[in-house]
């Protein structure tokens, strides 16, 4: 699937305002520190996704991304921010997808169990994210965090004590994906499993 294939219906679905809308969200936060420049990320990551840009009548900017191997497509929000994290410059970039797309694309809100989803296309999901997590990292010595996970949990970043750098997923996720990842930060606040950069997802 590419820009040129979406359906009647998928037009017809991006169309509507409602769908750009509600939480909690998918989110992919890329954290780095320092600052880096946001035009310089948002072009990186245009390079290793098929995002096609999309107008509704709505805050943030907001993209299509295909995923070709499913067959599958997802309206996507990025928000990208800089702050003075506890002391020190820090960006962070947010790619993220609001609930209705989300359960759309692998028939489970981001919020619950997602055992017995549509795994290929969340399978391809989470690989693509991960892939350009590394890849970004590549590019960006500055990159040190990649969480993947719903806006409601916690995601990592400098404020965590003793967080090794690299990829964080959630354990439901993992499980339902069946990744070899590490369990880890495994209470209320948050339920993760960690892979480092470089890990790539077959």
């Known amino acids: 699937m590419n820009s040129k294939q979406l359906s009647a219906l998928d037009l ?19 954290i780095f520190q320092p600052f880096v420049s946001s035009t310089d990320v948002i072009e990186k990551t245009s390079c290793y996704l098929d995002l096609l840009p999309w107008e509704i009548d709505l805050p943030p900017r ?22 003075d994290m506890v002391g020190e410059p820090t960006s962070e970039f947010d790619l993220f997808i609001r609930p209705c797309q989300f359960e ?10 997602l055992e017995g989803c549509r795994k290929p296309p969340l399978h391809e999901l989470v690989r693509l994210l ?15 965090f990649l969480t993947l996970d719903h806006e409601d949990n916690v995601y990592i970043s400098p404020r965590v004590s003793g967080a090794p750098e690299g990829i964080y997923i959630s354990q439901s996720i993992a499980d339902a994906l069946q990744l070899d990842a590490k369990p880890i930060f495994q209470d209320r606040h948050w339920n993760l499993s960690f892979i480092p950069w470089g890990f790539q997802i077959d």
């Open 62 to 83: 907001h993209c299509i991304l295909f995923l070709p191997e499913s067959e599958s497509s997802v309206g996507v929000s990025i928000m990208f921010t800089s702050s």
């Open 130 to 144: 991960v892939s350009t997590g590394n890849r970004l990292k590549s590019d960006f010595s500055e990159l040190k």
């Open 12 to 30: 017809e679905y991006y169309s509507k305002v409602d769908h750009w809308g509600g939480g909690p969200t998918f989110d992919g936060i890329f």
């Open 104 to 113: 759309r694309l692998t028939g489970k809100h981001p919020e619950g169990d």
